[in-house]
């Protein structure tokens, strides 16, 4: 334990370990084998990195990101720990070069991705290297029950049999509970020590509007945060285009970036960045795995992710400082259609699968329930807290549908008269007034609550739905999900009870009907704003970490994050030792810029 934590310290310059390091770190120490899931954010790199440094074997990473590798190895490397990486990206001689130093043992880490392992002769390397332990990052990609199963991680089964004495490690940022059992069995692991995280993270605010533009949506929030980090989520390509350029020309200070631009293009667009020359970032899903930029103040989906995975992932980008964040998801009926069209031309073999997972991301925006709620459960954690208060549903600023008692007395009639046998699409069916085969069949468009609610759509009237759920007035029962009417429900039907249900989101966008006046603002971050003395050393600090990076040219986070600069201009450290207390300060960080930041400290106070 000492040891670990003295390492840590000394290598990344942090005082103390999050949630469950500890653990996942005696676990690759003492050889076991486990699956960590922790949230983006969490903290997963350095349950790995720092037992590396305490073993004489050497630890092989498997990661599906490629052109993230060397950006880890850099960072190691300027830690002063032996690392590097052998990807389709290097030439013969370096390819010769990694190998000679993995075959000596000259590093401590080796970064690979999943399909090295199909290549002729990396096997005999890694034992010529002495593998003693694997870790896997991303560790979903094995299973198809994930979003995002990637072929070539079905290899990695094998890793147990070609090295019985290697400890195999799997960390992943969004595992339901079925895909941890599927990432268990896939990579034979024995006995795991399985530690599961904190799926709550208190400092993010959600909230779930309908779209109106999305322009106008996004700048909005952009201007609630003038001059901070953000992200900005589409579906498509072109819509990113549209929207980075419709930024640009309002002035904000924005770019684009999906996966239709080449590689250079990408990686500076990323480093800008992550060196604070750009402040919001138009992507699509391409964007984000490894971005180490803590300090994003917003995650903005301009439209409804395909799965509460992609969501949780993305909108975990945002806060990983802790300082709080705003998460605001915009959405419409559409774009459940177009990812539902996407998927079906994609041609993909576990459609079913996937329309499931987008089933569940459409009712987290239109059904009731606390945001933050929803999402700890579905990763299958239990909800012990009361509201959260950090979503839009816990701190009601949602808008209330004045006539909701009659809104639900009709969705309610209309589960009674089709028998209670039906589930809620269905139900919506007949309420919307679609004559669909099975509507026809049932005869259920001659019910006097056909097209009963023919001005709403029906993804709203599923809304509605899950909400009276919530709220015990309908239940869902059985495999097939079948509507029931609950006591409560009987006297809601009665006008003994009443339904509280709001529109998904702000009224805005709902046709014709009332502007509701109060569109809950997005706050300002409560953090303690800084003096102005601070704030102009921290500019300081800022200049001159961009002119050390240009001489070493690298991107300026790579010397040393916000978040330690902010803490450098207002501790103001005078000596070493104070520098060296200082979060991200390790003692190579210290050896390196110790001086120079000493006397930038130093300038200003004279
Ligand atoms: P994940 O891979 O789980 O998304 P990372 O490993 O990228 O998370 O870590 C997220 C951020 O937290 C990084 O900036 C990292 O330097 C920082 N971090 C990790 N562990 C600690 C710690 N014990 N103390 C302070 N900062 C930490
Ligand atoms: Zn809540």
């Not at 990396?122 to 991303?138: P, V």
């Not at 799965?307 to 400082?321: I, K, N």
């Not at 706050?523 to 921290?538: C, H, K, R």
């Amino acid at each position: 334990m000492d040891r670990l934590l003295d390492v840590v310290q000394r290598t990344w310059g942090y005082t103390g370990l999050r949630s469950l390091q500890l653990e996942a770190m005696t676990a690759a120490l003492d050889r076991r084998d486990s699956l960590v899931v922790l949230p983006t954010g969490g903290g997963k790199s350095l349950c790995y990195q720092a037992p590396a440094l305490l073993s004489d074997q050497l630890t092989v990473v498997v990661s599906p990101l490629i052109s993230l590798m060397k950006d880890q190895v850099d960072r190691l490397l300027s830690r002063g720990v032996p690392a590097a990486f052998l990807n389709s990206s290097l030439d013969t001689a370096d390819r010769n070069r990694v190998q000679a130093g993995v075959a000596r043992g000259d590093y401590k880490l080796l970064f690979v991705a999943p399909e090295r392992f199909a290549a002729g002769g990396f096997t005999r390397l890694l034992e010529a290297g002495k593998a003693g332990a694997f870790a896997i990052d991303e560790a979903h990609c094995i299973s198809h029950w994930g979003h995002d199963f990637r072929e070539e991680y079905r290899d990695l089964g094998q890793l147990k049999d070609l090295f019985p004495d290697a400890s195999v490690h799997a960390f992943t940022a969004t595992a339901t509970p079925r895909v941890r059992k599927d990432i268990i069995e896939q990579l034979r692991l024995k006995d795991p020590a399985l530690l599961v995280g904190d799926f709550f993270r208190p400092n993010l605010r959600y909230r779930v509007e309908r779209r109106g533009d999305a322009f106008e949506d996004a700048l909005k929030i952009i201007r609630a945060h003038p001059g901070a980090a953000g992200i900005i989520y589409c579906i498509r390509r072109a819509d990113v285009d549209e929207l980075a350029a419709d930024l640009k020309r309002a002035r904000v200070r924005a770019a684009a970036y999906h996966a239709g631009m080449d590689d250079d293009a990408r990686t500076r667009t990323q480093d800008r960045f992550a060196a604070g020359e750009v402040d919001v970032i138009v992507a699509t899903v391409a964007f984000g795995m490894g971005i180490d930029r803590a300090d994003v103040r917003f995650v903005i989906h301009a439209a409804m992710p395909q799965s509460l995975e992609h969501y949780q992932q993305e909108s975990g980008r945002a806060g990983r400082d802790g300082q709080p964040a705003d998460c605001v998801l915009f959405h419409s009926g559409q774009d459940y259609r177009l990812w539902e069209s996407l998927m079906k031309k994609s041609e993909a073999a576990d459609l079913d699968e996937r329309k499931k997972l987008l089933s569940a991301m459409y009712s987290y925006c239109t059904g009731g329930g606390c945001r933050h709620r929803r999402l700890v459960e579905y990763f299958g954690q239990a909800w012990s807290r009361g509201p959260c208060g950090a979503c839009d549903v816990c701190s009601g600023s949602l808008a209330v549908r004045p006539d909701s008692t009659v809104l639900a007395q009709k969705i309610l009639s209309a589960v009674a008269r089709t028998g209670q046998r039906f589930g809620a699409a269905h139900v919506a069916d007949v309420l919307v007034g679609k004559k669909t085969d099975k509507v026809a069949q049932y005869g259920h468009d001659t019910l006097s609550t056909f097209g009963l609610l023919a001005g709403d759509d029906k993804p709203a009237i599923i809304g509605w739905i899950d909400q009276l759920e919530a709220q015990e007035i309908l239940l869902r029962e059985g495999e097939y999900r079948v509507l029931k009417i609950t006591g409560q429900g009987n006297a809601v039907l009665r006008s003994q009870a009443e339904a509280v249900l709001h529109v998904a989101g702000p009224a805005k966008a709902a046709r014709g009907k009332a502007k509701t006046p109060d569109e809950p603002p997005v706050d300002a971050p409560e953090e303690v704003a800084p003096s102005a003395d601070d704030a102009a050393l921290f500019e300081q600090l800022r200049q001159l970490r961009r002119r050390l990076a240009e001489e070493r040219g690298v991107p300026a986070y790579m010397i040393l994050s916000d978040k330690t600069l902010r803490l450098i201009s207002k501790q103001r450290p005078a000596t070493r030792e104070a520098l060296l207390a200082i979060s991200g300060i390790g003692t190579i960080k210290l050896q390196e810029f110790g001086k120079a930041f000493l006397s930038a400290v130093k300038a200003a106070r004279e």
